[in-house]
């Protein structure tokens, strides 16, 4: 019933437990797509000492997380597609919580689950204040409360890739999100406020996309849709950070069109909006040499409260 993707790129400290806790599930009927893209330590090899016919390993050069995604997609068996990156846990009882989602809402494109986070000795647990259910509207629920949407507690029906297109390749931050704002344009979505699953900050590596800017066709404005409110606020937060990033690498032709394209965010009542907003408008006038200044200082603070809080 379910094909599971697990991109695979340098993880041979973490694939092992992370494939562990799929093979531990409760519900048993699911393959494993292992996609990896291109690795260069021995995540091969600790994936190889699993024997589960249920295990497939895919192998391809480097792409992205958001080819390997695609590629395992498109060579899924099953109807529907869950998520897991190689450094992220389930709790056993999550595809079978999944698929009892997939039965109560059998209408819904998207199904997801609380989660909680873990970095170094420490765990976050933050339960969104939403009750089980197919959601009223998945941009308003998300703009409430950012924790009922993350990779590794989605699952996502295979047509719903024919009808809203497939992962953003070579968008360096936000794929994910923007895969899930797509599929919720087309279809409903279903939550379970039940944590089953652990996203693991602790091997983040957010920090190397400060200034990282974006190789793909697809534009988060591309998402815009007039007297939808609540469509047009969340995707205006996602393409101002975008922005930011492109405005501290230097991008200022991609930056400056993004700041255009939402300057209506401003009228949102979203104070951090108009914050980020901002900076925005600054970073894209400031002299180039004064932003790689800044840029040095903000990707020291960024690696330290990765490294340290």
Known sequence: MFSIII????????IGATLRTV???????????VVNDGSTDSSLSVVASFSDPRIRVLSKPNGGV???????????????????????????????????????????????????????????????NIPEGKLDDYFKAILINSKISWTSATVIR??????????????????????????AIHYPVAFSNKILATYNLSMSQTHFRVAAPDHCQESWYDLYS?????????????AIENGLRHAWG??????????QQFWFARKFN?????????????????????VRFLLVYKRLVTIYSYKYK
């Open 66 to 128: 958001s080819h390997a995604r695609n590629y395992g997609i498109e060579r899924a068996q099953h109807e529907y597609i869950a998520f897991l990156d190689a450094d992220d846990l389930w709790e056993p009882n999550y595809l079978e919580e999944m698929n009892r989602l997939i039965q109560k809402y059998p209408d819904c494109g998207m199904y997801s689950c609380a989660y909680k986070c873990i970095k170094q000795d420490k765990v976050l647990i933050e339960r969104p």
């Open 23 to 33: 093979l531990g599930q409760t519900f048993p009927h699911f393959e494993v797509l």
């Open 226 to 238: 007039e007297g939808e409110q609540y469509r047009n606020q969340f995707i205006a937060s996602k």
């Open 270 to 290: 979203d104070k951090n909006l108009q914050k980020r907003l901002k900076q925005l408008y600054y970073l894209n006038r400031l002299p180039r040499i004064a």
């Open 250 to 259: 230097g991008h200022r032709k991609r930056s400056r069109l993004i700041e």
């Open 7 to 14: 991109p695979l790129y340098n993880k041979e400290a973490s």
């Open 158 to 183: 295979k047509e719903a890739f024919e009808k809203a297109g497939m992962f953003p390749v070579g968008m360096v931050s936000g794929e994910d999100s923007y895969m899930w704002c797509k599929t």
